[in-house]
């Protein structure tokens, strides 16, 4: 499986982006998305999760109401829709696919995409 991130700017404090992650290859093999970021010096943290085979959908507190975490299973792609963007967000946004679970751990990932810079001003 390979991802390509995309949808990464800079943007103000408040403003919106919508990050797309499209997946090719062994699609089939993906049980759920998830999106990480990591900002300078800090560690890799999650952000949301998508379970392609049930739908559920998880998040990290401080994103809950502001992040929305889809997919359009027609073009194998997932997203991850920021709103309310905070200057706390900026980080250099992951995607990552695993074929097993749906976890919060970046370990358990078994594929990953090669990170979309956010960067919001304030």
């Known amino acids: 499986v390979q991802l390509q991130a995309s949808g990464g700017g800079v943007v103000q404090s408040g403003g919106s982006l919508r990050l797309s992650c499209a997946s090719s290859?062994?699609?089939?093999?993906?049980?759920?998305m998830g999106w990480f970021r990591q900002a300078p010096g800090k560690e890799r943290e999650f952000v949301a999760a998508?379970?392609?085979?049930?739908?559920?959908?998880y998040y990290t507190d401080a994103v809950k109401g502001r992040f929305t975490i889809s997919r359009d299973n027609a073009k194998n792609t997932g997203y991850l829709q920021l709103n309310g963007l905070k200057p706390e967000d900026t980080a250099v946004y992951y995607c990552a696919a695993d074929r097993t679970a749906l976890t919060s751990y970046w370990r358990d990932y078994d594929y990953w995409g090669q990170g979309t810079l956010v960067t919001v001003s304030s």
């Open positions: 998508d379970n392609w085979k049930t739908g559920n959908t």
């Open positions: 290859g062994s699609t089939y093999s993906i049980y759920a």
